[in-house]
């Protein structure tokens, strides 16, 4: 007969148990679009560059351990615990005012450029400056993959009261999450699909209608509105704490749609700073 646990491992046990639980409480925290989105939003890109412009890309990310569009996608979240790189945190998002219709104002919204949309106009102001580094013009290339998928998770260019769905806890497969890391991550992986599989599906939807932002001076800015008014025009925040896969299967389809943009206004960002770089500062005056 074995002899009985000493209490102090009873008590240790007893202990370990109820830390994991309440780990099991605590809300997720992810990067938009996670892993996986961001993966496809690269994917559906590169699938729509011009052969010029895949060359360049393949150009710039010579070296990289996967040097795909997909492959560097999520390298602007890996730098947020890096000094020299903190800075960069704020480039990932920005918060508006709860108003609808929404609005931006750069001095109010985004004060120094240091939120999204400020972060994607700079970034395609240097990889479209041929005068720059490859070494420059590389790194701005791997934001932009990254930002250019932010901007399109709604959440991303949500409301300041709650920090974009940060603060907004929910209880989703008995865990807790809170509403932004819902979007960033389970949104993407409980549609059952491995990336490259899940960028087949998209490619193969309807065609997405004319995207008439592409001809705007700041089209960046646009996207994020977009984001925000679908937070209100699709009522994006839950009628209750406890959400189950209904809630992700009602919304897919927006999630989708954002995807395929994403994928698309990307590739069109990049053909217009890689063919044929112009001057950004012309174009915003």
């Given at each position: 007969m074995p002899a009985p646990a000493h209490p102090f491992a009873r008590r240790s046990t007893a202990l370990l148990a109820a830390g994991l639980a309440l780990l099991s409480l605590l809300p997720r925290t992810a990067a938009a679009w996670g892993f996986d989105g961001h993966r496809v939003v690269g994917m559906l890109a590169?699938?729509?560059?011009?052969?010029?412009?895949?060359?360049?890309?393949?150009?710039l990310l010579a070296g990289e351990p996967e040097p795909t569009l997909a492959g560097v996608s999520t390298w602007a979240d890996t730098l947020r615990d890096d000094p020299a790189w903190r800075h960069t945190g704020r480039w990932h998002w920005v918060n508006l005012p709860r108003t609808d219709p929404c609005t931006y104002d750069?001095?109010?919204?985004?004060?120094?450029?240091?939120?999204v949309v400020g972060a994607i106009a700079a970034q395609r102001a240097i990889l479209a400056d041929r005068s720059r580094s490859d070494a420059q013009r590389r790194d701005a290339l791997k934001f932009l993959v990254h930002f250019v998928g932010d901007v399109h998770q709604p959440f991303h260019a949500g409301?300041?009261?709650?920090?974009?769905?940060?603060?907004?806890?929910?209880?989703?497969?008995?865990q807790?999450?809170?509403?932004?890391?819902?979007?960033?991550?389970?949104?993407?992986?409980?549609?059952?699909?491995?990336?490259?599989?899940?960028?087949?599906?998209?490619?193969?939807?309807?065609?997405?209608p004319a995207d008439a932002t592409l001809a705007l001076a700041r089209p960046e800015e646009h996207w994020a509105l977009e984001s925000c008014q679908a937070i209100h025009d699709d009522g994006l925040y839950p009628a209750r704490r406890a959400v189950g896969r209904g809630y992700l299967d009602q919304h897919r389809p927006l999630a989708e749609t954002r995807l395929r943009q994403a994928g698309a206004r990307l590739a069109?960002?990049?053909?217009?700073?890689?063919?044929?770089?112009?001057?950004?500062?012309?174009?915003?005056?």
């Open positions: 590169e699938s729509e560059l011009s052969p010029t412009a895949r060359a360049e890309v393949k150009r750069a001095a109010r919204d985004c004060p120094g450029g240091d939120c409301f300041g009261f709650d920090r974009g769905g940060n603060q907004t806890q929910l209880r989703f497969d008995r807790g999450w809170n509403l932004h890391s819902l979007w960033d991550s389970a949104m993407v992986k409980h549609a059952g699909l491995e990336p490259d599989a899940y960028a087949r599906q998209l490619r193969g939807g309807p065609r997405l069109a960002l990049l053909e217009s700073a890689l063919v044929a770089p112009i001057d950004m500062d012309q174009t915003r005056r």
